[in-house]
């Protein structure tokens, strides 16, 4: 996987039950935490959060939103 940054998008790999997540649900890294966690804000289509839980890389797909530059 890519380093994650500051503010990058980022797509559940796992369910995480205890938040209410699913795989799939998309988020933005917030802050990172060390080398291998993120605290991740998850919020809805009008920007209302609703998660924020610490995760780690192993849990996280960074999404990218551009095409490839050769």
Do not use: C, H, W
């Not at 209410?20 to 998850?42: A, P």
């Amino acid at each position: 996987m890519d380093s994650l940054i500051l503010l990058d998008p980022v797509a559940l790999l796992v369910d995480v039950p205890s938040e209410n997540l699913r795989k799939g649900s998309l988020g933005t890294v917030v802050e990172i935490l060390g080398e291998d966690n993120y605290l991740v804000e998850f919020a809805n289509t009008d920007g209302v959060p609703y998660s924020m839980p610490v995760l780690g890389s192993g849990q996280l797909m960074k999404v990218y939103q551009n095409p490839v530059t050769a």
